[in-house]
């Protein structure tokens, strides 16, 4: 579908981009984006700023119309919020695959968000694995004994979300709090936030210390 | 040690979600807001605090 240069321009400027950040964003020369936004339009150039545009939850209506889709955001809670937060994100991760990255200070806290009670069965790691790849950035080593192959734990000493961890799933960043006991889900899909979110989460990912997974043994939470 | 803020919430989430975890955090750490403090960031941080120290001793 071919979008309009008004509806280009009034999408950037909802954006509040430059130029030089449209083209960064659809992979388009800046003096392209000048084209186009001066009316010389072709479809080959318009299709990856459209799709730019529509990434980031545009909607094109006619040829003047624009809206925003708001982000869609969901709550987990209460006694069988894990469970039912688990089957979300097994969803996500059966529909779109990909990798889901996570942020959080032990592995036991991870497999309790995920309603894991008993370490020995970790047939829901094992479920969620078969469809993306996991990575796991934990403020403390201490180790579960699990064996996930697709499964990546790293180490770091510094974790500023204290009681909070972090789940990005492609378009979607969960942020979970807890006491240790409770928790409490916030599901929010925007790739901006999960862009930003992944930023964040890369560079530390990458100066952190890969955990060797130590062999299952038989071990069973209080 | 640097730790996340009710701003930096804020500015990641919007205002209305900034708010809905800082009162989250302190239903779990079980801190009434008895004394009223409008700021946020003040609040935020008590309740982070006392989550810190519930997940961490246990």
Redesign the interface.
């Known amino acids: 579908m071919m979008i309009s240069s008004e509806q280009i321009k009034a999408a950037r400027a909802w954006m509040d981009w430059t130029r030089e950040m449209l083209a960064e964003e659809s992979g388009v020369s800046p003096g392209t984006i000048r084209n186009l936004e001066e009316g010389k339009l072709s479809h080959r150039s318009v299709e990856p700023v459209r799709i730019a545009f529509e990434s980031r939850g545009f909607k094109f209506h006619g040829r003047n119309g624009i809206s925003r889709q708001a982000a869609e955001t969901k709550t987990f809670d209460g006694p069988h919020g894990c469970d039912e937060f688990y089957d979300e994100l097994l969803s996500m991760a059966q529909r779109k695959g990909g990798e889901i990255v996570a942020i959080f200070r032990t592995q036991e806290q991870f497999a309790r968000a995920l309603g894991i009670a008993d370490f020995n069965r970790l047939e829901r790691l094992e479920q969620l694995a078969k469809h993306a790849t996991v990575k796991c950035l934990l403020s403390e080593d201490r180790q579960l004994s699990m064996d996930v192959p697709s499964m990546q734990f790293r180490a770091t000493s510094h974790n500023p979300l204290g009681p909070l961890a972090q789940i990005i799933c492609n378009d979607t960043t969960i942020v979970v709090i807890t006491n240790g006991r409770d928790f409490f889900f916030h599901l929010t899909k925007s790739i901006e936030t999960a862009h930003i979110g992944l930023n964040d989460f890369e560079p530390r990912w990458e100066s952190a210390v890969p955990l060797i997974m130590m062999p299952q043994t038989s071990k069973t939470c209080a | ?4 803020t009710y701003s930096d919430m804020a500015a ?2 919007g205002d209305d ?1 900034a708010f ?2 800082l009162e ?2 302190e ?3 079980q801190i009434k807001n008895d004394i009223i403090c409008l700021d946020r960031d003040l609040r935020f941080q008590r309740a ?1 605090e006392a ?2 120290e ?2 961490f001793a ?1």
């Open positions: 040690m640097q730790h996340v990641r989430h979600k809905q975890f989250c955090l239903r779990l750490a982070f989550l810190c519930i997940n246990g």
